[in-house]
């Protein structure tokens, strides 16, 4: 059963262009999560999807950040016109669907942004 | 809101040794889901161990296990017998049982195992 995968596991961009993060998650599990981890620190909850659906972007800086998990294909983390401070490592996590209670969530090996 | 503390932002200690990591937390939940998460150099998050605020038992995967305090909420981590492959960083995290399901993390503790 394969992990996690995020690709691309580094991403270099100027500022002002548009960065596209992708994640697909384990089998099975139709539940996912993007979190930033900037330098030196702990993650940071972003957004937690489900097919079709944003169940919670309360982590999600308002403007130029979206994220999408459609019916077919991976979860997209899309930055626009990135700046400096967007530069970090954004992990995606993915967990079958919750019934009634938390379950682990497993973690891809991350994307690290690097915004010049 | 719920936050988690992590108060040893390094430690080190020789190989075979037992080292203790410390975590405190705070929430008004009452059930909830408590993990240690590791991150080698190579960046990957990887589960260590997991416990369930319900459960009065502390949690123990071979030589990783909790110390869980629900009354003073701490969360402290144990490894015995440490080996260098334990070197990274660890990260607890807290879940809520229901609801929102975004874990909120610790700033982490960089250990490292000495040869």
């Known amino acids: 059963n394969a992990g996690v995968m995020q690709n691309p596991r580094h991403l270099v961009r100027r500022r002002g262009q548009e960065a596209r993060l992708r994640c697909s998650p384990m089998k099975g599990h139709s539940h996912v999560y993007w979190y930033r981890q900037l330098p030196e620190e702990g993650l940071k909850f972003m957004v937690y999807?489900?097919?079709?659906?944003?169940?919670?972007e309360s982590g999600m800086p308002k403007e130029r950040f979206s994220a999408e998990f459609p019916k077919e294909g991976p979860s997209i983390l899309r930055i626009q016109q990135v700046v400096r401070g967007d530069s970090a490592a954004y992990f995606c996590?993915?967990?079958?669907?919750?019934?009634?209670?938390?379950?682990?969530?497993?973690f891809g090996p991350g994307t690290r942004l690097t915004v010049l | 809101a719920q936050t988690v503390t992590q108060s040893q932002p390094e430690m080190s200690v020789q190989e075979a040794e037992t080292v203790t990591l410390s975590c405190t937390y705070d929430?008004?939940?009452?059930?909830?889901?408590l993990f240690w998460y590791k991150q080698p150099p190579s960046r990957q998050m990887i589960l260590v161990i997991r416990q369930e605020a319900y459960k009065q038992q502390n949690a123990t995967e071979n030589r990783f296990s909790v110390n869980f305090q629900k009354a003073a909420k701490s969360f402290s981590l144990k490894i015995s017998d440490s080996q260098l492959g334990d070197t990274a960083m660890y990260f607890c995290?807290?879940?809520?049982?229901?609801?929102?399901?975004?874990?909120?993390f610790g700033q982490g503790t960089r250990l490292t195992i000495n040869p």
């Open positions: 999807l489900q097919k079709e659906n944003i169940i919670d």
């Open positions: 996590a993915s967990s079958p669907p919750p019934q009634g209670y938390v379950d682990t969530q497993y």
């Open positions: 995290a807290f879940g809520k049982r229901q609801g929102a399901q975004k874990l909120v």
């Open positions: 929430t008004s939940e009452s059930n909830y889901y």
